[in-house]
């Protein structure tokens, strides 16, 4: 695991302590072969429909990275301990199946079984469609608009058991100047959260 800062920007305003657990390539290849497989693409199920092996055996790999990373980032924060909350996929929450929510899943079933940390994967969740970043370049976003600032307060529905807490919000993917993470990490912090802790399975490999 590696450990970052997201510097503030249009949508962020304070530097925010980020982590990450392996460099991401693209098109599902990872900087070094194996690291996991191209896990996050079978999780989302979204182009080819997975049998229900290859999501399990994908579901396996997830847990596995989160139970090493997670209590290492408590551990190097010294926060006493982290309310997990998930980025939403980028379209309405009810326009996916549940073999679709299998990332979101999977958090919660790994932070159930951990010592001081507490379940808010269902704190914030998407109620009108966005684009599809990553498809987005080819044509193939769908409905919805792009990142912009305040995107996440207009397009989804944030718990008030957010306030007060430290918040450990986990993406599968990180891009810098994508802008929904730090968009997110902004509408919890304007919604009461008394800090925001950034976790991504993956940190795109910048190109520039």
């Given at each position: 695991?590696?450990?970052?800062?997201?510097?503030?920007?249009?949508?962020?305003?304070?530097?925010?302590?980020?982590?990450?657990?392996?460099d991401?390539?693209?098109?599902?290849?990872?900087k070094?072969?194996?690291?996991?497989?191209?896990?996050?693409?079978?999780?989302?199920?979204?182009?080819?429909?997975?049998?229900?092996?290859?999501?399990?055996?994908a579901m396996?790999?997830l847990?596995?990275?989160?139970?090493?990373?997670?209590p290492?980032?408590?551990?190097?924060?010294?926060?006493?301990?982290?309310t997990?909350?998930?980025?939403?996929?980028a379209?309405?929450?009810?326009?996916?199946?549940?073999?679709q929510?299998l990332?979101?899943?999977t958090?919660?079933?790994?932070?159930?079984?951990?010592?001081?940390?507490?379940?808010?994967?269902?704190?914030?969740?998407?109620?009108?469609?966005?684009q599809?970043?990553?498809r987005?370049?080819?044509?193939?976003?769908?409905?919805?608009?792009?990142?912009?600032?305040?995107?996440?307060?207009?397009?989804?529905?944030?718990?008030?058991?957010?306030?007060?807490?430290?918040?450990?919000?986990?993406?599968?993917?990180?891009?810098?100047?994508?802008n929904?993470?730090?968009?997110?990490?902004?509408?919890?912090?304007?919604?009461?959260?008394?800090?925001?802790?950034?976790?991504?399975?993956?940190k795109?490999?910048?190109?520039?």
């Amino acid at each position: 695991m590696e450990q970052f800062i997201i510097q503030p920007n249009e949508c962020l305003s304070k530097s925010i302590v980020a982590f990450y657990h392996a460099d991401y390539e693209g098109g599902g290849k990872w900087k070094e072969a194996g690291t996991i497989e191209n896990m996050i693409c079978t999780l989302k199920n979204d182009i080819t429909p997975y049998p229900s092996n290859v999501l399990q055996n994908a579901m396996l790999q997830l847990s596995k990275v989160l139970f090493e990373d997670l209590p290492e980032i408590l551990q190097i924060t010294k926060l006493a301990n982290l309310t997990v909350c998930v980025i939403p996929r980028a379209k309405a929450e009810n326009t996916y199946s549940e073999n679709q929510k299998l990332f979101r899943r999977t958090i919660k079933s790994v932070v159930e079984k951990l010592n001081d940390f507490m379940d808010g994967t269902n704190y914030i969740i998407r109620y009108t469609d966005t684009q599809t970043t990553h498809r987005a370049r080819w044509g193939h976003g769908g409905s919805g608009n792009m990142p912009y600032p305040n995107i996440t307060k207009d397009t989804c529905r944030i718990s008030d058991d957010i306030r007060g807490k430290d918040i450990l919000l986990i993406d599968d993917l990180y891009t810098k100047t994508v802008n929904i993470d730090e968009d997110a990490i902004q509408a919890l912090l304007d919604k009461g959260a008394k800090s925001v802790v950034f976790y991504a399975v993956g940190k795109t490999v910048s190109r520039y």
